[in-house]
């Protein structure tokens, strides 16, 4: 069984930063593509950026030059680095993985439970 933990949310006022994090845990024996979604209320969860395996990374435009993804692969963690947070950054941030629980396998993608992002004007 495999989990993704997001921590590192919570309500900070504009122009502030913050850092998510998310691990995996579980059966894992290699994961692929990482990244983060979020979603507003009354909105579709969007793409905000993701990462691969060997570090290419891809981001939304509204987040571009603010928000830095990385990832520890030994960890098996993924970051979210949120800096110059505007109300509009005000979302529930989700960590989303491709991963493999064994070798033969297939890859399956997984999600995180989510957490708040509050950024207050």
């Known amino acids: 069984q495999v989990q993704l933990v997001e921590s590192g949310g919570g309500l900070v006022q504009v122009g502030e930063s913050l850092t998510l994090s998310c691990a995996a845990s579980g059966s894992i024996f290699e994961i692929y593509r990482m990244g983060w979604y979020r979603q507003a209320p009354d909105k579709q969860r969007e793409l905000v950026a993701t990462i691969t395996g060997g570090g290419s990374t891809n981001y939304a435009d509204s987040v571009k030059g603010r928000f830095t993804i990385s990832r520890h692969n030994a960890k098996n963690t993924v970051y979210l680095q949120m800096n110059s947070l505007k109300p509009e950054d005000t979302a529930s941030y989700f960590c989303?993985?491709?991963?493999?629980?064994?070798?033969?396998?297939?890859?399956?993608?997984?999600w995180g439970q989510g957490t708040q992002v509050t950024v207050s004007s």
């Open positions: 989303n993985a491709d991963l493999k629980t064994a070798l033969w396998t297939r890859s399956t993608n997984y």
